[in-house]
């Protein structure tokens, strides 16, 4: 696997740990995690059986962020009419790009989020739903949506405790024989007031999944029917 990008991650090497501690501690957690999935992922990958193929262009737009109606700046701030988490989201409209083979990775910035709260309300946890718009080049052109849950825990920003949770749904991508492409984002956990994470996302391409099952499928009967035959014989030995 090769991950491809802009992140401290990209060189896929163990160094490359090191210069993540530059990094705030939720977003070091979230890509550490989200590294974790991508390896995982890749696994998958590997296992399902990789064929083997052309390298193949992916580039893609990170082109905005659609919030869901319980975020927003403005209003009370009261807690007994406080109703919009002010969360502010920021696409950097980047292009990226890359050749990827089967399990590499493009991992880049999407943009940055911050939160602007220093009490939530009870009023303000509704409606916390995000997705992340992704404008497609290569290897087709098009827009795909990844999409998040948002959990905010009403009470006082400052204590040690995680505020507001921004928890993404990986999302696969089919692009017919050729393969597959994995979209996913790392977690954001906000614990303190007016603080900025910045959210990364990566393109994962996948193995092609289906020759590769009925291989394992076909595989897997062989394997009965030896099985059968050796029973067979032997119970004609006996
Ligand atoms: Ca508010
Ligand atoms: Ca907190």
């Known amino acids: 696997m090769r991950v491809h990008g802009d992140s401290p991650l990209a060189a896929g090497t163990a160094h490359a740990y090191g210069s993540v501690q530059m990094f705030q501690e939720g977003a070091m957690r979230g890509i550490l995690r989200l590294f974790g999935a991508l390896v995982a992922a890749a696994s998958l990958g590997m296992a399902a059986g990789g064929a083997s193929a052309a390298p193949i262009s992916v580039s893609v737009t990170s082109k905005n962020f659609i919030t869901g109606p319980g975020y927003g700046a403005g209003g009370s701030e009261l807690p007994a009419l406080a109703d919009l988490l002010n969360v502010s989201f920021a696409a950097n409209g980047a292009t990226h790009s890359a050749m990827l083979d089967i399990n590499d990775v493009l991992l880049f910035e999407f943009g940055t989020v911050t939160m602007n709260e220093q009490l939530i309300s009870a ?34 920003v400052s204590d040690l405790d995680v505020d507001l949770t921004i928890d993404w749904n990986p999302v696969l991508v089919s692009f017919g ?20 994470l910045t959210q990364f996302a990566s393109v994962t391409l996948l193995a092609v999944p289906e020759p590769a099952s009925v291989a394992l499928v076909g595989l897997a009967l062989a394997g009965l029917a030896a099985t059968r035959r050796r029973r067979a014989q032997s119970s004609v030995c006996r």
């Open 123 to 156: 009023g303000e946890t509704d409606n916390l739903g995000v997705a992340a718009v992704f404008s497609f080049i290569d290897p087709f052109a098009g827009l795909r949506l990844v999409t998040a849950t948002g959990t905010a825990t009403a009470g006082l």
């Open 177 to 196: 024989s050729r393969g597959l492409l994995q979209i996913n984002m790392n977690t954001l956990n906000f614990r303190q007031p007016d603080q900025a």
